[in-house]
Nanobody
Framework: VQLVESGGGLVQPGGFLRLSCAAS????????MSWFRQAGPDRELVATI???????EYADSVKGRFTISRDNDKNIVYLQMNSLKPEDTAVYYC????????WGQGTAVTVSS
């Protein structure tokens, strides 16, 4: 099992980024996937998408700004992040909603002017 996150970087407030998570070694298309972020000691669940991609849920802090999507043919889950705020600064990870897979290295997002 491998999760490889990418797409992070430094962006100004109000900017946007698209994160990608390439998954391998498990039945990616069979289950929900989530994005998490960690800025301190706790990891926060940010967004979740079901297996067929037709339903998703978001943390209140990102609702209306972030969009999770997936490509089951390519085994990739995306996180489109718009209207970024300094408080979005964190390392972002993907996993199942129950964190059942080994964590990847994450991708760092810094929102700063």
């Amino acid at each position: 099992v491998q999760l490889v996150e990418s797409g992070g970087g430094l962006v100004q407030p109000g900017g946007f980024l698209r994160l990608s998570c390439a998954a391998s070694g498990f039945a990616f298309g069979m289950g929900s996937m989530s994005w998490f972020r960690q800025a301190g000691p706790d990891r926060e669940l940010v967004a979740t998408i079901v297996s067929d991609g037709f339903n998703s849920e978001y943390a209140d802090s990102v609702k209306g700004r972030f969009t999770i999507s997936r490509d089951n043919d390519k085994n990739i889950v995306y996180l489109q992040m718009n209207s970024l705020k300094p408080e979005d600064t964190a390392v972002y990870y993907c996993n199942t909603p129950w964190s059942t897979l080994d964590w990847g290295q994450g991708t760092a997002v810094t929102v700063s002017s």
